[in-house]
């Protein structure tokens, strides 16, 4: 019986460039640089530069990119008419959707080179967000809104979404959730976009797959699933009964846990002081009390087992109490994602080689076919 590696858990696939994590320490870096001071000193435009590029921009290579994006968030009206067509499904089937409809519009789209890639991965960057607020629009019967230049890419999100411009606090606040959803190694939904990169397929197809397997809920859906329990608990004092029982029946309090963090998830800091003063802003402490409550009790014996909150846990909160219904969760970190998948790809493709593990067969041999007419 050959080795098998459940899960490809702890396997090494490549070696890269794009973020490093040492998930003992909780530690988390984009090319080199800390994700405590992108969280807190830059901003997404300066982030996806990094990833894509590789350095720290100048003042005026960040502004050009910047206008690049601003330029490309217009999405096709056939694409909106597609949207139209799915408005009933769910937010992430009609990004998945979206984004596989562009690629009939897009010039480059099999174009494969490192160049064409990295202007795809730029142009679905600035479209993702129109996808999902166009079609959030659609769904509540109303016209989408066009994007705005005059406002950055988490504002302009904002204001396609909810028709009106956001305060700069909460569009900051968005900002920084794009920031620390930007990339993350060979996560699964990164892996997926591998898996079809290596197959020189091009990077629409990636990003879609990636969209796809970002949806399970033991991947990006955590966050939507955190805030249905805080709803269902409902108050702080309930919060302890109801973890427990949900623990001895077998079940998991979704944001915790990670495949590769023994220690806190470092991204989970810059959402828990957000969501406590968020909370206390809008007059609604007690979801981050609920949570706190978790974490501090219930789950606090988990720690000794590598079992810490990871990024979902306090993001559900955050977007709950910006109105963005529970649904979209998941959609606003596929939307933050797209630089990674891009790089990923890019990396793949400079070195790829295809993906292609094997799977040990444990079934029946050799069984001897009867035709349908003898058959029991
Ligand atoms: N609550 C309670 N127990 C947990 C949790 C949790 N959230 N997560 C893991 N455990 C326990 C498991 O029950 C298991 O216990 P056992 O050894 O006694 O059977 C042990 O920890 C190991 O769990 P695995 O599922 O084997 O670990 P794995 O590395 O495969 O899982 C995962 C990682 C899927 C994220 C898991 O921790 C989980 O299901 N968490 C909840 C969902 C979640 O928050 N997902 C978001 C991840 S972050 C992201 O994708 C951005």
Redesign the pocket.
């Known amino acids: 019986m050959p080795e098998i590696v459940k ?1 490809l858990k702890d396997v090494y696939l490549d070696t890269t460039e794009s973020s490093f994590i040492d998930g003992q320490v909780g530690k988390l870096l984009y090319r080199g640089y800390d994700i405590h001071d992108l969280a807190e000193k830059s901003t997404f435009e300066e982030v996806v530069y990094l990833l894509l590029y590789g350095s720290l921009p100048t003042a005026q290579q960040l502004a050009d990119f910047d206008a690049e994006l601003r330029a490309n968030r217009r999405i096709p009206n056939e694409v909106i008419q597609v949207l139209d067509l799915v408005k009933a499904s769910h937010p992430m089937d009609a990004l998945r959707t979206g984004i596989s409809a562009l690629s009939a519009f897009d010039p480059e789209v099999a174009d494969n080179s490192i160049e064409a890639t990295i202007r795809k991965g730029i142009r679905l960057t600035a479209q993702g967000p129109t996808i999902v607020a166009a079609h959030h629009r659609l769904r509540q019967g109303l016209e989408p809104v066009a994007p705005n230049s005059d406002l950055n890419h988490s504002g302009n999100f904002l204001y396609m979404m909810f028709g009106e411009t956001p305060d700069e606090e909460t569009a900051n606040l968005l900002d920084v959730d794009f920031i620390l959803h930007a990339e993350h190694g060979a ?1 699964a939904s990164a892996f997926g976009a591998r898996v079809t990169a290596s197959t020189i397929s091009d990077l629409h197809s990636a990003v879609t797959t990636g969209v796809g397997v970002l949806k399970g ?4 859906g ?1 966050a939507e699933e955190v805030m249905k329990m805080s709803l269902e608990i409902g108050n702080p004092e309930n919060a302890e009964e109801y973890a427990r029982k949900h ?1 001895e029946a077998g079940g ?8 590769v963090y023994r220690a806190e998830d470092p991204r989970a800091r810059h959402l828990r002081d957000r969501a406590r003063v968020l909370g206390e802003k809008k007059g609604e402490p007690r979801w981050f009390q609920i949570l706190s409550h978790l974490e501090q009790n219930t789950m606090l014996p ?1 720690r000794d ?1 590598g ?1 810490c909150v ?3 846990f306090f993001a559900g909160a955050i977007y709950y109490l910006l109105d963005i219904p529970d649904d979209l969760f998941i959609s606003i970190f596929a939307l933050g994602r797209i630089p990674g998948w891009t790089l990923q790809c890019v990396e793949q493709y400079k070195d790829n080689i295809l993906i292609r593990p094997l799977l040990e067969y444990t079934g029946e041999m050799d069984l001897e076919y009867v035709p349908i007419e003898q058959r029991g």
């Open positions: 899960g996560n809920p033991a991947h990006g955590a623990l998991r309090i979704m944001g915790f846990g990670h495949r988990y087992r079992i990871n990024v979902d």
